[in-house]
């Protein structure tokens, strides 16, 4: 049924392009508000693409004889029998929800479709504890943060209904997509079939279906959300309590990971003291003795960080309950007492990105905030971002000295400047990266002089000590002052080798 249900997707021109271009931008940012009419409207003469529309994307019941023409020559009887539809008084309705992706980064993909329950709304109801969820936010913001450079083996932890293995499928040889929940991989099993895709599919918690095998590289969205230890929805909780989830996953997937090879992953820390980067460094710490006989890269990116009531009334109204209600006024309560006896003030979300080095390599690890706007994918900035990390790693100590370096063209100097008698005086500088996550440093005026000399031509050494010469300081003082700087802007893609 399932062949024959692709052919009717491709053959009713059932794809993220054509969709768009049926709905048009207006109907589509109400839909997206979700208004259904102006979709409904637009759709109601367009086709076989608009009867789709209608059954799959907006949900309406649609005559019996109007969706078996859509869906020919998928069966429309075996479509009920599968659990993808329902049949009543003549007209059929979706019992999934079945909409098409894409990803404008791989060229020349063939289209995919995603096979999820339905969305929880008035309509649906809350969801269930085996709800499989489709195309969410936290999926694509982790499809989009996913490095992309060719691999020949991939492992999703956590599939769901494989988002993340179908955006892999661009650049991963082989790629074993696991879950501890046979309903969210029997959805994936099918959303893989749609795609015409050849993917090994694997039941068990955690890490345990691949135990002892290693992978080029890794990805994961988990249960992360941070609650009280049981398992409501599957798809969210995890049954560790806390942060157990995060915290099991960045310590155990080093040892699961090829030397050079990448883990994602989305993650959730618990903030209970000024310095959120605690749990997590704890966690690395861990993680590096996975590692071994190699070293660890990590970078821990805060995108996020909510108050225990904000984030128990985003999860309650994720999974369909009003924080109002009698039960969510109960669940509230459970979940805040569970947070205020851990002493937790804040839950920090973001990206975890682990590489496991050679043996000769410590590794490095950075902890960054990065609430700040960003827009681009993150993931060619976490590609640069190993990368940085590994041409200073061969540069260790003084030897970064030795290094020529540039400010790049998309780094600009920013002047704060207060107006005295004499005229405007400069009272501050700060080196601004104009692209990416647009980073932001304070530097001084030696470091604005040492900036300007980076222009690829001259060692470091060399400037430092030109510099320590004008202005009458110790060539190895600056230079010891000068190398932390330098490797931070290094780090952020603000000086880059010559």
């Known amino acids: 049924m399932w062949r024959g249900l692709r052919t009717a997707l491709a053959d009713g021109d059932f794809t993220v392009d054509r969709v768009a271009g049926l709905l048009g931008p207006t109907a589509r940012a109400a839909l997206d508000r979700g208004e259904t009419t102006p979709a409904r409207r637009a759709a109601r003469d367009a086709g076989t693409a608009g009867t789709l529309v209608r059954l799959f994307l907006l949900g309406d019941a649609v005559p019996r004889a109007e969706a078996a023409a859509a869906l020919d020559p998928a069966d429309l009887d075996e479509a009920v029998v599968a659990g993808l539809l329902t049949a009543r008084d003549g007209q059929v309705a979706a019992a999934l929800d079945l909409r098409p992706h ?52 991939l492992l999703d932890v956590g599939t769901g209904c494989g988002v993340q293995a179908l955006h892999a499928s661009g650049h991963a040889e082989q790629i074993t997509a696991t879950d501890v929940s046979e309903r969210a991989l029997d959805m994936a099993r099918v959303t893989f079939a749609l795609c015409g895709l050849d993917v090994e599919v694997l039941p068990g918690p955690w890490l345990e279906p691949v135990a002892g095998r290693r992978f ?32 099991l996953l960045v310590g155990a997937l080093p040892a699961h990971l090829t030397e050079g090879g990448v883990a994602q992953l989305l993650a959730s820390w618990l903030i209970t003291s000024e310095d959120w980067t605690e749990r997590p460094r704890t966690w690395l710490a861990e993680a590096g003795h996975a590692a071994a006989p190699g070293g660890l890269d990590a970078w821990v990116v805060q995108r996020d960080v909510a108050d225990p009531a ?46 496991r080095t050679a043996p000769d390599v410590a590794g490095t690890v950075v902890c960054e905030d990065l609430r700040q706007s960003h827009d681009d994918p993150l993931g060619p900035e976490i590609e640069a971002w190993l990368d940085r990390t590994a041409w200073l790693a061969q540069h260790p100590g003084d030897a970064l000295l030795d290094a020529r370096l540039r400010v790049p063209d998309t780094v600009a100097l920013e002047r704060g400047l207060v107006g005295t008698d004499e005229g405007w005086e400069p009272v501050a ?35 430092v000590e030109l510099l320590a010469v004008a202005h009458g300081r110790d060539p190895d003082e600056l230079a010891a002052a000068a190398l932390p700087v330098v490797r931070d802007l290094v780090h952020h893609g603000m000086l880059v080798p010559a």
């Open 102 to 153: 894409g990803d404008a980064a791989i060229p020349d993909a063939a289209p995919w479709w995603v096979l999820s329950d339905l969305e929880v709304g008035p309509a649906t109801g809350t969801a269930g504890r085996e709800h499989v969820l489709g195309t969410g936010a936290a999926s694509l913001s982790l499809a989009r943060a996913t490095v992309r450079r060719p691999v020949g083996t």
């Open 429 to 463: 500088a700060t080196l601004v990266r104009l692209d990416g996550p647009q980073w932001r440093h304070d530097v001084d005026e030696l470091g604005v002089a040492l900036l300007a000399g980076c222009r690829g031509h001259l060692p470091l050494r060399d400037l």
């Open 310 to 355: 904000l984030h128990v009334g985003t999860w309650l109204r994720d999974a369909g309950v009003d924080p109002a209600s009698p039960e969510g006024a109960a669940l509230s309560e459970r979940w805040l007492d569970f947070l205020a006896a851990q002493g937790v003030h804040a839950i920090g979300f973001g990206f975890v990105t682990l590489r």
């Open 216 to 247: 080029d590289q890794i990805v994961s969205n988990p249960p992360f959300v941070p609650g009280p230890p049981q398992v409501d929805h599957v798809y969210r909780d995890s049954g560790l309590g806390g942060d157990g989830a995060s915290a």
